[in-house]
Structures are given as C-alpha cells and as structure tokens.
C-alpha cells in the first residue's frame, strides 16, 4: 500500500513563502506524475501543479510565477515551494502519486493559511 506524507504547512502572512514537502512510502517500482492539489473552504479540489517522472512541469494559472513544483526520485519525494502568498490561496494542500503497479494515491492534507 502506497502512504503519502504531508509536511510544510502552516500559518503565513500574506507575500510569505512556505515550502511543502511529501514524502511517499511503499511504492515499490517508482512514480509517474506526482502533485499538489489543494481544496479550499467552500470550494471543490483544483489542482496545484504537477511533474512528470521527465521533470515537465504543470501550474494553474493562479500559481504560476509564485509556485515551484520539485521532485527527488532517489527520495521519492515531491516538494512546493510557495513564495508571495495571498490570502486566496488559503487551503487543504493534498499531495498526489502516481505510483508504478499500485495506481493513484493521496495524502491526507496539510493545512495552509495566509492571512492579510
């Protein structure tokens, strides 16, 4: 079973930066995409950004500039670096794999909030 682990979040002033780390646990042959999504209140799940196993990258538009999606394949692990952050992106952060055999899998979230 693939587990995924959030760390990173917290509590910022709004044009702070913070850095969300997720570590993945049990997957045994690897990963293809890996991401961030993030669910905030009264709103459905979007997407962050992501990166494929060759390092492409994807960003919404409402992060791009701002946001930094890494990864480390010999750690597994899959990283964000948040700068200029505004209240609007006050939310659940959800770390995403998808892992080699095993499929999709979720972490349970790592709370940011921005205040003005």
């Known amino acids: 079973q693939v587990q995924l682990v959030e760390s990173g979040g917290g509590l910022v002033q709004a044009g702070g930066s913070l850095r969300l780390s997720c570590v993945v646990f049990?997957?045994?042959?690897?990963?293809?995409?890996m991401g961030w999504y993030r669910r905030a209140p009264g709103k459905q799940r979007e997407l962050v950004a992501t990166?494929?196993?060759?390092?492409?990258?994807n960003y919404a538009d409402s992060v791009k500039g701002r946001f930094t999606i890494s990864r480390d394949n010999a750690k597994e692990t899959v990283s964000l670096q948040m700068t200029n952050l505004n209240p609007e992106d006050t939310a659940l952060y959800h770390c995403?794999?998808?892992?080699?055999?095993?499929?999709?899998?979720w972490g349970q979230g790592t709370p940011v909030t921005v205040s003005s």
């Open positions: 990166i494929g196993k060759d390092n492409n990258t």
């Open positions: 049990g997957s045994l042959f690897g990963t293809n995409t």
């Open positions: 995403y794999v998808d892992a080699v055999y095993y499929g999709p899998a």
